[in-house]
Each structure stands twice: as structure tokens, then as C-alpha cells.
């Protein structure tokens, strides 16, 4: 099917995103371990750059792994090529400890890593009789074709691309873990374990680029240290809460401390929010912040059980951001939730009160804008409507980023690019999927192969 341009709705539907220029890698600093105090003397040993750079331009530099994990760190007014302070709005810790390895990166450098290719992934499962599971990938001007190297009649839950190899790519699915390494074209299993689970998640870690977890169901955690070579199990105590139709609980999301690489979280269907304090080697259930919410009369919610707590345990995804490290955003049916005790006691966003429907199944963060979000929201699991909508301030505000129509089925995941702010793909159930390029402004349709099973992830190189 050939793509649809779809135009912005209004002016106001314009985007800080979009006129956000890219970021892109200056130099690499190594050596020892850096404290804070030395995060801006660290500019002192970058080249020259004023050269490269206009007068007239603001410039600031960010210090991190990769940009999902950026802190800014100073700024250069503008017209004053040769002074730089640093960035006060931003907290004191500005290069982490455990920061061995760090990279500099600003606006308008004469190199950009993992550039955008606007290839798409989605990947689907089988939901009825006759439907297709499978992984699908779109390349610019071309139709949309199933990876064959993976099993059929598999179910593709997540799609992560690695944010610093950019031919690199995992797939988490119901018959195992895969890897590319060739931006998609080819495809092969990794040996995770010999245990019979499906995997439900995959994420690269913001400290160290060759460590990998991975979620299954029933709820487990295994980690790799060699990008995918080798991995082991890790310790869960998950007892099922709930009796559900579909079998035991699933990881459906792993998020990392900005800062920390020994805390960890996790978010479960429905099974609610996990913690890891050691690194991803054990991993515990905090239910004493959902509990509290799940008492309260208005977030009361039952659709697979006769238990009314189920909602708030109905977790799809957890979120972290650099802009503030020790928040964690936990996504779940019944819309979105902030904790800063990790999981002792959540605040209700209450994202119903700013978006028509409060259905919620992902939340990201920007790539180099550690203070905006997206997420999407729908009606229900199973619902005619969904839409995708942007946070400019950490979840304090939200307003509706598109498609400027409402999707004809629910929005069951999103991918947004590892480096440009631009790029971002959401599918729905029934095989919408939606893309933009920049971040938002306009967005591109295409429909998924009528036999497609439910679309649950997506991704874009």
C-alpha cells in the first residue's frame, strides 16, 4: 500500500522538536572515573570549536554514553566565542561517577552518528485464525516485507534498536531473541536460555553499551555483558498476583537509572513495577505505592479479573530520563504514574484531564531533549481510537502531537530514533502505522498486509 502524507492539523500543532538541530558526536573523552566538580573543566581539553560554530548561535554541550543518557553540562552565549559557563538549570551532578568513557556532542558538528534512514520495523503476533506474527520492514519508496529468518507464527513484542552500533538491532519475541546487524535485512536467534519462555522486552543499558536485559513470561530477567553473545539468569521473586486468561505475567518494559547503573526497573502485564538495586542481578516487586493507588475508588478497575485492583498492576512500560534522574514513569491501563522512592508512592499524572482517553501504553523519552515525553494514549485494549501525545515539561503538561486524525484502532507501541528528535513510527492493533520525520510537524500512514496479525511494537533507523 502506498504511504499517505499526512499534512500538520494547524499551526499550532508546530513542535520544539522539530527546530531542535540535530546532535552530533564531537570527541570521545576516556580515562578515570570523573566527578562532578570536573564536568566543566573537562571542556578545557575539547579542540577549538568556535570556528565551526556561528557567532550569533547558543551552543550547548552535552556529556554522556549516548543521547538518551545526556546531561548538559555548559553553554556558550552567543557572540562570545571564547566563553563558556556552565548549565545552570540542571542539576549539580553533571558527568555521573560511573562514567568511565563519556562523549561530547553539539548542534551543528561536521559528523552525525546513527543518522536517520527512515526505515521502519513493526512486529505483530498471531490473534486470530489465519493472521500473521512476524517482524515487518519498510524501506523508504518500497512495500513492506517479513523478515523471514525469524519463525513463523511467532509473536514480535519489542524492536530496540542499539543507540551507538546503528546496523545493530534486537527483536524480543515469542520464540526467542533476535539480532541484526545489518540494519534488518538479516536476522539470527541468540541463546538466551533452553528455558521454553517467550520474550516480551529488550533494552541496551545507558552505562555500557554491550550489556543487554531481557523480559520474559512468566516474569524473568536475563543478562548479557558481550551485546547478545553470552547471557545468564537473573534472580526474580514474582509471585502471580492475578489468575489470568492468558497464562503468567510478563516484562514488558526494563528502564535503567540515568546515573546509577546498579538501579533498575521493570514494568509487568500485569504483575506491576519491579526494582533492581544490584545491578539487574536480583529483582523484587514494590507494591506498596500501586497498592495505595489501587484503594483509592477512581482507579479502581477490573477487565480480566474479579479483582478491582488489577488495573493499577496492568503495567506496560517504565520510564526514565536524565532531567531527572531519580523519577521513574510508570505507564499502565489506567494512564501514567510518577514515582521518586522507587515505588513506595506514585503521583497520579491524571493525563485524562488533558487527553480525550487515558488508555496508556509506552512512554519515551526525546532523543537529546531529556525533558519531553511522548506517549500514547487510547480508549481501551481493544478500542476504534488512539492518538499520540507530547510532554513538554516532564508530564506536567500534554498536548496532542498526532496523527491529526484519531487512529481507527487502539495505539499498542511506538519507537523513537536513538539520536534524531525527529524521527518516530507508532503502530496500531489493526496495522496503521505512523510516521514523522520531523518531530511531528507532518506524518506519513502506511497500512500493514491485511493478513497481519495485532501490531504491539515499532521501530525506525
Not at 577549538?48 to 551552543?59: G, K, R
Not at 530496540?160 to 524480543?172: E, F, G, K
Not at 481510537?385 to 491529526?404: E, I, K, Q, Y
Request: net charge negative; with cysteine.
Amino acid at each position: 500500500m502506498s504511504p499517505r502524507r499526512i499534512a500538520p492539523r494547524s499551526p499550532s500543532t508546530a513542535t520544539v522538536l522539530a527546530s531542535l538541530p540535530r546532535l552530533s558526536w564531537l570527541s570521545t573523552l576516556t580515562g578515570s572515573p570523573c566527578p562532578s566538580e570536573s564536568a566543566g573543566s573537562s571542556l578545557a581539553i575539547m579542540p577549538d570549536i568556535s570556528s565551526t560554530i556561528d557567532a550569533d548561535e547558543i551552543v550547548d554541550i552535552f556529556v554522556g554514553v549516548h543521547l538518551r543518557s545526556f546531561l548538559p553540562v555548559a553553554r556558550r552565549p552567543p557572540a562570545r566565542p571564547g566563553r563558556w559557563s556552565r548549565a545552570l538549570p540542571f542539576p549539580a551532578l553533571f558527568l555521573p561517577p560511573s562514567f568511565t568513557t563519556a562523549r561530547v556532542a553539539f548542534p551543528c558538528a561536521r559528523t552525525e552518528e546513527n543518522p536517520m534512514r527512515e526505515l521502519l520495523f513493526a512486529g505483530t503476533a498471531v490473534t486470530r485464525p489465519g493472521a500473521v506474527g512476524a517482524l515487518y520492514r519498510h524501506a523508504p519508496g518500497g512495500d513492506w516485507e517479513v523478515v523471514t529468518d525469524l519463525p513463523a507464527e511467532n509473536g514480535v513484542q519489542a524492536i530496540t534498536p542499539h543507540p551507538l552500533r546503528d546496523n545493530v538491532v534486537y527483536a524480543a519475541t515469542r520464540k526467542g531473541v533476535y539480532r541484526s546487524t545489518d540494519a534488518g535485512t538479516s536476522w539470527h536467534r541468540l541463546e538466551v536460555t533452553e528455558e521454553q519462555v517467550q520474550f516480551w522486552s529488550i533494552v541496551v543499558s545507558p552505562h555500557d553499551p554491550d550489556v543487554l536485559f531481557a523480559g520474559t513470561a512468566p516474569v524473568g530477567f536475563h543478562r548479557s555483558d558481550d551485546g547478545g553473545e553470552t547471557w545468564k539468569k537473573c534472580g526474580a521473586t514474582h509471585p502471580e498476583r492475578y489468575e489470568i486468561s492468558f497464562g503468567g505475567s510478563r516484562v514488558m518494559r526494563i528502564a535503567f537509572h540515568p546515573t546509577d547503573p546498579a538501579i533498575l526497573y521493570a514494568a509487568s502485564e500485569i504483575n506491576g513495577f519491579f526494582v533492581s538495586e544490584d545491578g539487574g542481578e536480583s529483582w523484587r516487586p514494590e507494591i506498596e505505592g500501586l497498592s495505595k493507588l489501587a484503594a483509592l475508588p477512581a482507579l479502581k478497575n477490573t477487565e480480566l479479573t474479579d479483582d478491582d485492583t488489577e488495573g493499577m498492576f496492568d503495567g506496560h512500560s517504565v520510564c526514565t530520563t536524565p532531567a531527572e534522574p531519580d523519577a521513574v514513569f510508570y505507564i499502565c491501563r489506567l494512564g501514567i504514574f510518577k514515582t521518586t522512592d522507587r515505588g513506595k508512592s506514585f503521583q497520579d499524572l491524571e493525563v485524562g484531564k488533558q487527553a480525550p482517553f487515558n488508555y496508556t501504553r509506552d512512554c519515551r523519552v526525546v532523543a537529546g531533549n531529556p525533558r519531553s515525553l511522548f506517549a500514547c494514549f487510547s480508549i481501551s485494549s481493544r478500542s476504534d481510537a488512539g492518538a499520540l501525545f507530547r510532554s513538554p515539561d516532564l508530564g506536567v503538561t500534554w498536548h496532542r502531537a498526532g496523527p491529526p486524525e484519531n487512529a481507527k484502532s487502539t495505539v499498542m507501541g511506538f519507537g523513537t530514533h536513538v539520536s534524531d528528535p525527529g524521527g518516530l513510527v507508532a503502530v496500531t492493533r489493526h496495522g496503521q502505522v505512523f510516521s514523522t520525520v520531523d518531530g511531528a510537524e507532518t506524518w506519513t500512514e502506511l497500512q500493514l498486509p491485511a493478513d497481519a496479525g495485532d501490531a504491539f511494537c515499532g521501530a525506525i533507523l
